[in-house]
């Protein structure tokens, strides 16, 4: 079968959980995650939970661990923590979980991120993985980079993924 035929078998509405990594950011500040939340809903996909979560990698964890027993969720999409300053630890606590990693992912978004940023993109720690059958995707936590990752390459595969995780 090839990569049409397994489009074509693509879940088509995905329940996601969309968390904000930020040590500042609130309900009423918080435009990447809405901005997430809203693309996920324009292509018909359902927010099952969002929260705003501290920057700090033991809460991130246990929160991505805890939300991932639930059978109807198929994937968590986080946005920020994804750089290299010290409060930027959302790569650790993710990459600690990943039984296996979608290393094309973190590619491609830092070479689509140098097209448009330059040689700033190789800062970027975005990432995806499956853990214990769920699709985790941790990208930055700005608004054109969420807008990328959305665009380009989250929304165009979410469903395919699903599909192959589960088969």
């Known amino acids: 079968?090839?990569?049409?035929?397994?489009?074509?078998?693509?879940?088509?509405?995905?329940?996601?959980?969309?968390?904000?990594?930020?040590?500042?950011?609130?309900?009423?500040?918080?435009?990447?995650?809405?901005?997430?939340?809203?693309?996920?809903?324009?292509?018909?996909?359902?927010?099952?939970?969002?929260?705003?979560?501290?920057?700090?990698?033991?809460?991130?964890?246990?929160?991505?661990?805890?939300?991932?027993?639930?059978?109807n969720l198929h994937a968590i999409i986080i946005n920020g923590g994804t750089g290299i300053s010290k409060r930027d630890t959302t790569f650790e606590a993710v990459d600690s979980l990943l039984e296996k990693r979608l290393e094309g992912f973190g590619e491609l978004f830092r070479y689509l991120s140098f097209q448009e940023i330059g040689s700033a993109a190789i800062m970027s720690r975005a990432s995806a993985g499956v853990y214990r059958g769920k699709i985790i995707i941790s990208i930055p936590g700005s608004e054109p980079a969420v807008k990328l990752a959305m665009e380009k390459l989250i929304l165009p595969e979410l469903?395919?993924?699903?599909?192959?995780?589960?088969r």
């Open 1 to 71: 079968m090839g990569h049409k035929e397994h489009k074509e078998k693509a879940v088509k509405n995905i329940n996601c959980m969309v968390i904000t990594v930020s040590d500042t950011r609130t309900d009423e500040t918080d435009s990447s995650g809405k901005l997430i939340q809203s693309l996920l809903k324009e292509n018909g996909h359902i927010i099952a939970n969002y929260k705003i979560l501290k920057d700090v990698p033991v809460l991130i964890r246990d929160t991505v661990a805890n939300a991932i027993v639930d059978n």
């Open 159 to 166: 469903g395919h993924i699903v599909w192959e995780i589960n």
